[in-house]
């Protein structure tokens, strides 16, 4: 209860903040936040918004599961059996430091301009972040629970559900928290070229139109987005990771 | 029931040798009770992973009669943090893959007998040291072993509390029938719970003496003079075998 009280409040004061500085600056970059707001819900009313929302969130959705799927189970993979990860662990620290935003035109050809690029593209951003935490996490499981799994007959597989998987999960879930910020900021860029649907789309058009109300508009839903995400990680978090937070 | 013979165990550090164990021989009769004690880093953590299969000995051999359930109990317990109590009882069921029910009743009933009633939904980082030991009593329990290897079980346990369990393990032989090894560092635990008492020297561990015991098996025993005879006794066998490393 606290901590929503303290959220609510850090809100408030932002939102005062921001009240201050459009008073101060007084200029047509900066709006009031309640002209902001107002029009964001006239956007929802009149469903104007609720198209591009939509795509956007799938955009940016399909893309952190495209990299969960792949990254967790190749890092814990890697982490966990020794001879690999000597193998492999040098393609992650050589492609790991690249831009791979850079990637992007490379996608295009490859893929088109469709929705696929845009969720490849942060699939592949992300799915580096949550290899290399996966891979760190699996490799630090304790000698002692794999010997008391091997003291109670289990196979290599059931090691893996019982004992890799879940002691990784409380940094998989640290590295997702970061990876979705890192989402809705290349959902940004994805969607600020080549595409007319999207939040994205939305903020650059109305930049280039200097409509400022729609611009921070399409921040203000982009950040909610971004907001919604991590809202539902958090509730994913003491679900499946209910034994970190009990004490 | 089970022998090790003339085994030995050396493990290659960076750059030397390290000779672990060297020329162990005994056996353990069934029904019976084992206690190894020695000084810290003497091996005996390593002999019971010879016999728990863990390790394999570089010479020599562990034998075992018969086809017997055996059941083990690491260092600090080995519990899995993220699997809740009944989990972590109803482990080895669940890999044997025995039928949920079964698995269920036998976990209840170890529950109760291990004064765990209420408990099974906890996580054990919310349990005193005393319940976490029971709790991974009632795991090696659960698959009803023949033999149950013990690692320091109580080490890090009040006097009080420590007594207890102490009965808690007598009962498993005299009442169950299982055969018991169990290191230790106390004289009194080695003197209270085996009928048979091994004495390693240090670095590479080999055994000085063999202490019998045959008046152990009773929670009387503990208040007697033979008993206190035998402490008597097993500490100058101690004593003698770290003499001139220590002093």
């Known amino acids: 209860m606290e901590r929503k ?17 459009a008073f101060l600056l007084n200029t047509m970059a900066l709006p009031n936040p309640r002209a902001v707001v107002s029009h964001a819900l006239q956007m929802v009313s009149d469903g104007s918004i609720i198209d591009d929302l939509l795509i956007s969130c799938t955009r940016a959705v399909c893309g952190i599961l495209l990299a969960l799927l792949t990254a967790v189970p190749l890092g814990l993979f890697i982490g966990a059996e020794p001879q690999w990860r000597r193998r492999l662990s040098p393609y992650i620290y050589l492609l790991y430091p690249i831009p791979h935003v850079v990637l992007l035109p490379l996608i295009i050809i490859l893929f088109g301009i469709g929705n696929f690029s845009k969720i490849f593209l942060i699939a592949l951003i992300i799915f580096f972040q949550i290899i290399v ?10 000698q002692n629970y794999y010997y008391a799994m091997q003291t109670l007959g289990a196979t290599r597989l059931q090691i893996y559900r019982h004992v890799i998987f879940p002691s990784a999960l409380p940094k998989i879930m640290t590295a997702m928290r970061i990876s979705i910020g890192t989402a809705v900021a290349i959902l940004f860029f994805a969607e600020s070229f080549a595409t007319t649907r999207g ?21 203000f839903f982009m950040a909610l987005l971004g907001f919604f995400l991590y809202l539902l990680l958090d509730i994913a978090e003491r679900r499946i990771c209910r034994w970190t937070v009990v004490h | 029931m089970f022998s090790i013979k003339n085994a030995s165990f050396t493990f290659a550090a960076e750059d030397h040798q390290n000779h672990v164990l060297s020329d162990i021989s005994f056996t353990i009769k069934q029904r019976s009770s084992c206690a190894v ?6 091996g005996k953590t390593t002999l019971l992973y010879l016999l728990a299969g863990l390790r394999q000995p570089n010479t020599g051999s562990v034998e075992i009669q018969g086809n017997p359930t055996v059941g083990t109990i690491l260092q600090n317990y080995g519990l899995f943090p993220w699997k809740s109590v009944n989990q972590n009882i109803g482990l080895g069921l669940e890999l044997q893959r025995k ?18 009633d209420g408990f099974g939904d906890h996580y054990p980082g919310q ?7 029971r709790v991974a009593f009632a795991r090696a329990l659960a698959i009803n072993p023949d033999i149950l290897l013990m690692d320091e079980p109580l080490s890090s346990l009040d006097a009080l509390t420590r007594e207890r369990l102490q009965n808690l393990i007598l009962s498993f032989r005299i009442i169950k029938g299982i055969t018991l090894f169990l290191v230790t560092h106390s004289i009194e635990e080695a003197v209270f719970l085996g009928s048979q008492i091994i004495v390693l020297g240090e670095k590479p561990g080999r055994i000085k003496h063999v202490l019998q015991n045959p008046d152990c098996g009773d929670t009387a025993f503990r208040k007697s003079d033979s008993y206190f005879s035998q402490c008597r006794t097993l500490r100058n066998m101690l004593e003698e075998s770290v003499n001139g490393t220590e002093t």
């Open chain 1, 5 to 21: 009280r303290n959220i609510i409040i850090a809100a408030l004061v932002m939102v005062g903040i921001w009240e201050l500085a």
């Open chain 1, 133 to 142: 935490t996966t891979r760190d996490a699996a490799k630090s499981v304790h």
């Open chain 1, 199 to 219: 939040l994205g789309y939305i903020i650059m058009d109305s930049w280039g139109r200097a409509d400022y109300i729609a611009l921070y508009s399409g921040i």
């Open chain 2, 37 to 42: 004690i020695g000084p810290s880093g003497c």
């Open chain 2, 99 to 116: 039928p949920a029910g079964l698995r269920k009743k036998i976990t209840a009933e170890l529950l109760k007998e291990m004064g765990l």
């Open chain 2, 127 to 133: 349990l005193s040291g005393g319940m976490q030991q």
